[in-house]
């Protein structure tokens, strides 16, 4: 079984479950029985249409996930039978079986949990590369960002403590501020509620070179207003779906570097090692607990709109994922 869509729209209204029979794989081919995969804002935003990339119908979605190989082609080298794997590409992960070449998926820990494994691609890869990729920050440093208790956000809350950053996170909800601070976060303020004292008090005497940005609009400028002069902005969402506005003050007086990130662009340009560079040490954490990620969830395949429905919603507390 898998979910197929032949137009743009409401997920649940467009998605359809159709059996699928995959054939053998042939040469360096990988039959991948699939565990789990999560439901991710992009994944809604490709089936509404309205993401980076188009559909080209009939469509599969999903972004990412996790499973295990299950049979291999003849020529196969780096997988076996029964290895755990995460595709690396946006193959149609919301299907019992993925058929694809060996060097479209990445090999994990056997013990990696597989709900976790299943989202380890997207959101903590992303926090991991905007926080090595930008600025080389050293340890006691701060970082700056907004929607801190997204699934990126929180990534990004627990990697910088691994990494012995200080974080400074801004949120709408005064209910989520005890959950991060307790998941790591150094200081949490209510974006837009908190005087500018506060927010710089919270940054502090060291220099703010980096703020990651995934809401837009005046959540974005408060952030620019933080940040040293010289400091790099980091654009990764848009929640607020308002554009940035920058006023010139920003980038003539304080010379802010203005900078955007696309998870798939840089999966379509790394290599296989720098790729596995990345996950590699997600993994590690993930294993030792010092990387957590939150699940609201966990539907049966067959419950798909009832589960991208709840995807939906704001106020979550954690992802939605399918069991497949």
Not at 147 to 163: C, D, F, L, T
Not at 186 to 213: C, F, K, M, T, Y
Request: aromatic fraction near 6%.
């Amino acid at each position: 079984m898998r979910l197929i869509f032949h137009q743009a729209g409401l997920p649940s209204e467009v998605l359809k479950l159709e059996p699928y029979d995959p054939p053998a794989p042939q040469r360096h081919e990988v039959l991948v029985r699939m565990l789990y995969a999560p439901i991710n804002p992009a994944d809604l935003n490709f089936i509404e249409g309205t993401y980076g990339k188009k559909p080209s119908f009939p469509a599969l979605p999903g972004n990412e996930g996790c499973g295990r190989i299950e049979a291999v082609g003849d020529e196969v080298e780096s997988l076996e039978v029964g290895d755990l794997v995460i595709p690396l590409h946006p193959i149609g992960t919301w299907s019992r079986h993925l058929l694809a070449a060996e060097n479209q998926f990445a090999k994990l820990p056997s013990d990696l949990e597989p709900v976790q494994a299943s989202m380890l691609r997207v959101n903590p890869t992303t926090a991991w590369q905007m926080l090595h990729e930008f600025r080389e920050l050293r340890k006691g440093e701060v970082v700056a960002q907004n929607a801190a208790n997204s699934g990126v956000g929180r990534a990004v809350i627990q990697i910088a403590k691994h990494m012995g950053l200080r974080t400074v996170n801004f949120v709408r909800r005064e209910s989520v501020i005890e959950e991060l601070t307790v998941l790591g976060a150094d200081s949490v303020l209510i974006d837009g509620g908190s005087d500018e004292a506060a927010a710089r008090s919270a940054v502090g005497d060291q220099p703010l070179r980096l703020a990651l940005n995934a809401v837009g609009g005046d959540s974005a400028l408060r952030l620019m207003d933080l940040l040293s002069t010289g400091g790099a902005h980091v654009t990764y969402g848009a929640m607020s779906r308002r554009s940035l506005k920058i006023p010139n003050k920003f980038l003539i007086f304080k010379n802010l570097e203005i900078r955007g990130y696309w998870l798939t662009r840089w999966i379509e340009q790394a290599s296989h090692i720098e790729i596995g560079n990345v996950l590699r040490p997600l993994a590690e954490m993930m294993i030792e607990g010092a990387l957590k990620l939150p699940v609201e969830k966990v539907f049966p395949i067959e419950d798909f709109a009832e589960a991208v429905r709840l995807a939906a919603q704001d106020g979550r507390s954690g992802k939605v994922v399918l069991a497949l």
